[in-house]
């Protein structure tokens, strides 16, 4: 549906560019029949190559072209190889063909205009394909640079398949080549010898620190420079959730550790349309173009309970364990310390200090494996911290004395010890006040 418009443009740019003088081969550069710019191309024994090449061949390949490079430094060369083979006395069989052309520069040949249409859309498929699938209207797809064809004549090997065409635009060579790292190579040289920047060959080689080559390492020489680049904008939509709230109701028949879900949430939905700016695939920018909610999110009810612990404490508490006192209440390195540290082994027993009901059971961030034991009257809650396992569970109303968990080093912590804790109001005292 949204194709046609696309291949009109190029099969337009093609008529108006078909009569573009020739600019000059750019991929098929390094290859025999091809004309180049680049001295190093034919090295500096081309003009003895030249000389080599016998009449006949010059008179039935190129001739003009030949002679030009023999009498002057200053003009086109013929490639290397097209002057070995010319002077081995090979001469290409020469065809007719279509060149492909970007940005008037003819890049690569196929056998007929069906082959470089095919070319073209096959890039332009690939790219619908990997990044258009879920688009629901493609609102342009184009090349960025002027794509199109014309004839021309190349040699017959020249000639390459859609397939290898496709890659040469898309990779800027049909093939990937590697260099191994031999003693004594420097980045530099390397790119040297391949007409490569140094950046470049880091481009072609990511994650690969130029600096530490090392000998038997395998770098990647070819530097995949595209011809052509894409870029698109479709529209795509999009259902997402909406999220709903949640309201909690307080319930003096339930514990503070306990709630209930009275009416559960829903998650509502809504549709965006939106417009997405792609190039060679890569989102660049996003319009909003439309929302619909589809359904309002459903707030949740959640009660909360607030039944106070009756008052179970009898005042006088016991150490949970005994142990070396190795840490005080009260500032410590520049903070506070809101309980006192009771180093013993790990695995020994913690008691409760005093009688209560356990609130919580299970990790605490730096309090690791953590216990607190509400002991009512809503004034008094104690907190055993680093435990290496419990022995309550959450709800449990436990004596004084009771064993409630084991000592351990989880959560901050550089050995095995209790912190144990006391806290009035939800406020850190000092427990050593509680223990004359
Ligand atoms: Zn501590």
Redesign the pocket.
């Known amino acids: 549906m949204h194709r046609r418009p696309i291949l009109l443009v190029v099969i337009a740019a093609a008529m108006c560019l078909g009569v573009v003088a020739d600019m000059g081969w750019r991929h098929l550069q390094s290859s025999h029949p091809a004309m180049v710019e680049n001295d190093q191309q034919a090295g500096s024994d081309g003009q003895a190559l030249v000389d080599a090449v016998p009449d006949d061949a010059a008179g039935s390949y190129e001739r003009d072209r030949v002679e030009v490079a023999s009498r002057t430094t200053t003009g086109p060369r013929v490639a290397r190889e097209s002057l070995e083979s010319l002077a081995a006395g090979q001469v290409p069989v020469m065809q007719k063909a279509i060149a492909i052309t970007v940005d008037g520069q003819a890049v690569v040949a196929v056998a007929d205009e069906a082959a470089a249409q095919q070319v073209l859309d096959t890039i332009l498929h690939q790219y619908e394909e990997n990044y258009l699938g879920d688009a629901t209207v493609v609102e342009e797809l184009t090349f960025s640079e002027s794509v199109s064809w014309r004839e021309t004549e190349v040699a017959q090997d020249e000639v390459k398949s859609v397939e290898e065409a496709v890659n040469v635009l898309l990779l800027g060579t049909d093939k990937v080549a590697t260099y191994t790292v031999v003693s004594g190579d420097t980045a530099w040289d390397i790119a040297m010898e391949y007409d490569l920047t140094t950046d470049q060959l880091a481009r072609a080689n990511p994650g690969v620190d130029l600096e530490l080559l090392q000998p038997g390492q395998q770098l990647t020489i070819t530097y995949k420079e595209p011809y052509v680049h894409l870029r698109s904008v479709a529209q795509r939509q999009v259902e997402e959730g909406i999220p709903f709230v949640e309201e909690t109701v307080e319930d003096s028949s339930l514990w503070p550790w306990e709630s209930e879900i009275v009416t559960p949430g829903k998650w509502g939905s809504r549709v965006k349309m939106l417009r997405e700016y792609r190039e060679d695939g890569e989102l660049v920018s996003t319009e909003v173009l439309n929302v619909e909610v589809l359904s309002q999110p459903q707030r949740q009810v959640r009660k909360v309970g607030t039944k106070q612990v009756p008052d179970m404490g009898t005042g006088s508490l016991i150490l949970p364990v005994v142990g070396d006192l190795t840490?005080k209440f009260g500032p410590r390195w520049g903070s506070w310390?809101?309980?006192?540290?009771l180093a013993t082994s790990t695995g020994t027993p913690v008691k409760a200090a005093d009688s209560g009901i356990v609130t919580f059971v299970g990790w605490d961030g730096g309090y690791g494996k953590l216990v607190k034991i509400d002991h009512g009257g809503g004034k008094m809650v104690t907190y055993y911290?680093h435990l290496s396992g419990y022995n309550v569970s959450v709800g449990q109303a436990v004596n004084k004395g009771d064993v409630i968990g084991y000592v351990g080093n989880t959560g901050n912590s550089t050995g095995p010890?209790l912190?144990f804790e006391i806290r009035i109001d939800g406020q850190p005292v000092n427990p050593l006040n509680y223990y004359p």
């Open positions: 840490s310390h809101s309980g006192i540290d911290a010890h912190h």
